[in-house]
């Protein structure tokens, strides 16, 4: 196990220098932090490797911490098929969280980071599709978020619900929405 | 009708055509659920596919946020609910590793071997459905037939049918009933021959052939891509179970062949799922020959209830000890995991930030069929509307689990 900890360790450091940040192994996952401007490229790196071949991604989800600073995360969890290693990578993100789209890297990333986007208002920048996925078009709030109401916002339908207005969007009813993936691209 | 068309068209142009917006679902049979697909039709070639999910959005994840983690089990049974066994498994799995405990032996064998009952439940209903879908309905009826002797082994053990939430974090909620083992035998003798009476009874039907080889190839770069896993990521060449390359429980102490089919057509992903059913049965024989006596609950008094219910009623500690787990649950230290399995429909991974009390801060669920589903945008030559169906049937999507 140490010897591959220190093999991706080394290739990472390698070409990226300091950015990434290893955050050591547990329960089978080597865990990395890495800046989101970076993610691409590390993600490109980690699959395209001849060494590495992180080919297959398992997962992307979002995290909210709230009221840590900085309060949201993306987090990536990577297989390679050929190594059987799992890699997990860590993105610590402002507010309002913005990170780049993996959906060039594979296309498998679509779904996921329209479901995080959907629950924690994580905007993929460069997401063919950036629309809810669960929610409906037109449902204001992500209801992930830690502070998002469990009883909902306070009307004369819900007596018992949380003080305050729920968080809005602004550009999410005006955004135009792209086309959905194209099934026959010949005819 | 032809006459009208023809007085509608004025002389020398060509016949007005448009693309027609179909809704297929939520409410359709071959949907296998709340699934609607947003469907661009030329004729009957489909043009763009858009599915719309989340119609049975329960919000697991944040539900979990504040459940005990035993009352998690539950939830989990509702994720793909046609095989609750291996979604408690995978759950119980990802806790136990952030506490750094294991299950005792027996009860690895008996959270294997539901696994595996659940897994042949689960292949049972899509290789009888995906020929229902064409128009073949006596294969269904058939697997159903099978389906209830499992449900019938799985009420034996757990009193109930469906959601079984059996595991517990640590074992298993009981040991297994008297009586239940000629039970499974009978069953594990009976059912190899069965797969071979559906097999009869489809691969050399003609119209099952026509409608389901060379129909929705994916090639094995392709599924890589689009994150399959499963049965559905090995008929397309990819061998990949997690069972064998990742062992968890006691699959490294068991023998079976691991399915795959290099076409990565409609027919592939229904053989691997017939084949897989019979490796199952080997595994649950070699779970019924080498399961060995023993506790099956780890002797936890924080995290497990004491099997010996007398050490309760006499000593002061024991008691404090299970009133603090009912009403509390049991703290799991800080940390994260990501743990995953082989679940019938693919990976089921767990990913559970834990923040030192007894209930997840985070617990994000990796489910297959949501990554499956996705694979309608990457299916190349599905160029009819009926081939559709036939390749959302094959990729076996359980919208429940697509949901959460």
Avoid at chain 1, 92 to 118: K, Q, Y
Avoid at chain 2, 206 to 227: N, P, Y
Avoid at chain 2, 267 to 283: D, F, G, L
Avoid at chain 2, 333 to 351: H, M, N, Q
Wanted: proline share 7%; glycine share 8%.
């Amino acid at each position: 196990m140490s010897a591959e900890m220190s093999l991706i360790r080394t290739l990472i450091s390698e070409r990226f220098g300091e950015a990434i940040e290893a955050l050591g192994f547990s329960h089978g996952v080597h865990a990395f932090a890495s800046p989101p401007d970076l993610i691409v490229e590390l993600c490109r790196f980690l699959k395209e490797h001849p060494a590495l071949r992180f080919n297959f991604l398992s997962d992307v989800c979002g995290v909210d911490h709230y009221p840590e600073t900085p309060r949201y995360e993306a987090v990536y969890h990577l297989y390679s098929l050929p190594n059987k290693w799992r890699i997990r990578i860590k993105c610590r993100l402002g507010d309002p969280p913005r990170i780049p789209s993996v959906t060039g890297v594979w296309r498998t990333a679509n779904w996921h980071e329209r479901e995080a986007w959907d629950m924690y208002g994580i905007r993929f920048e460069g997401h063919p599709d950036l629309r809810r996925i669960y929610m409906w078009e037109g449902f204001e709030g992500f209801p992930q978020r830690k502070d998002f109401p469990l009883r909902g916002y306070r009307d004369k339908l819900n007596p018992f619900g949380a003080e305050g207005p729920p968080p809005t969007e602004p550009d999410l009813a005006t955004r135009e929405i792209p086309q959905g993936g194209r099934l026959t691209p010949e005819r | 009708m032809t006459e009208v068309t023809e007085l509608e068209r004025p002389e020398g142009e060509a016949l007005n055509t448009r693309e027609v917006l179909l809704n297929l679902g939520p409410q359709h049979p071959s949907t296998h659920g709340v699934l609607r697909l947003v469907l661009e039709l030329d004729g009957e070639y489909v043009e763009r596919v858009d599915p719309h999910i989340g119609y049975l959005h329960r919000g697991t994840e944040k539900l979990a946020e504040s459940f005990t983690y035993t009352q998690i089990f539950p939830l989990t049974d509702r994720l793909d609910y046609l095989c609750p066994p291996s979604n408690n498994l995978a759950f119980a799995l990802a806790v136990e590793k952030l506490l750094g405990i294991e299950a005792p032996i027996r009860a690895q064998y008996i959270r294997v071997m539901m696994a595996e009952l659940a897994r042949i439940s689960g292949h049972l209903l899509i290789t009888g459905a995906l020929p229902m879908d064409l128009g073949a309905m006596t294969a269904l009826l058939y697997a159903m037939r099978e389906r209830e002797m499992i449900m019938d082994l799985l009420e034996m053990i757990t009193g109930a049918r469906m959601h079984t939430s059996f595991c517990r974090v640590g074992g298993v909620r009981e040991d297994l009933p008297d009586g239940f083992l000629p039970k499974i035998r009978e069953f594990c003798d009976i059912f190899p021959n069965r797969i071979r009476d559906y097999e009869r009874l489809l691969e050399n039907n003609r119209v099952f052939l026509k409608r389901t080889e060379g129909i929705g190839v994916i090639s094995g770069e392709d599924a890589v891509d689009l994150g399959l896993s499963g049965p559905n990521l090995r008929a397309s060449g990819v061998d990949w179970d997690i069972r064998r390359d990742e062992p968890y429980e006691i699959y490294d102490r068991l023998e079976f062949n691991v399915v795959t089919r290099p076409e990565g057509d409609c027919y592939a992903r229904w053989r691997c799922r017939v084949e897989e059913m019979r490796e199952s049965i080997r595994i649950i024989e070699q779970c019924l020959d080498q399961m060995p006596e023993g506790p099956f609950q780890v002797d936890m008094p924080t995290i497990a209830f004491p099997v010996d219910k007398e050490r309760v009623h006499c000593s002061m500690e024991a008691l404090i000890q299970h009133f603090d787990l009912s009403a509390y649950g049991f703290a799991v230290p800080r940390g994260e995991v990501y743990s995953a399995i082989e679940a019938p429909k693919g990976e089921l991974g767990f990913y559970i930030i834990s923040d030192g009390s007894p209930k997840p801060f985070r617990m994000k669920v990796r489910a297959p069929s949501f990554v499956n589903l996705q694979a309608l945008f990457g299916v190349s030559n599905a160029r009819y509307l009926a081939d559709m169906i036939a390749v959302l049937g094959s990729l076996d999507p359980v919208m429940a689990e697509v949901d959460k």
